[in-house]
């Protein structure tokens, strides 16, 4: 069965810390640029920060500089490391793995081949 699996999210205080995982299972991530993308009710999904099979990254302006995409290809997955966590950083952070694409072409377009279920992070006091 080919699935991406999200995990790490939770309840966090602004200004702390949370490291996402999407783990791949049933194909390799390899080739491939993986995303993660955030969306909260009313909205649509956008891209958060996306990373090529080269290594190549794409933030999106709100959170550069705070986000960190980081790929291990030998775990087949893909980390997301947030740090100075905000209120409006709040929403379902979903991961997504593409074709060969440009890592900023998948974040703006929200290019995605699977797609994970979505994980949940709050920040609040």
């Known amino acids: 069965q080919l699935q991406l699996v999200e995990s790490g999210g939770g309840l966090v205080q602004p200004g702390g810390s949370l490291r996402l995982s999407c783990a791949a299972s049933g194909f390799t991530l390899d080739y491939r640029t993986i995303g993660w993308f955030r969306q909260v009710p009313g909205k649509e999904r956008e891209g958060v920060s996306c990373?090529?099979?080269?290594?190549?990254?794409y933030y999106a302006d709100a959170v550069r500089s705070r986000f960190t995409i980081v790929r291990d290809n030998g775990e087949n997955t893909v980390y997301l490391e947030m740090n100075s966590l905000k209120p409006e950083d709040t929403g379902v952070y979903y991961c997504a793995a593409a074709g060969p694409a440009a890592a900023q072409a998948m974040c703006v377009l929200t290019l995605g081949d699977y797609w994970g279920q979505g994980t949940q992070v709050t920040v609040s006091s």
């Open positions: 990373i090529a099979s080269s290594g190549s990254t």
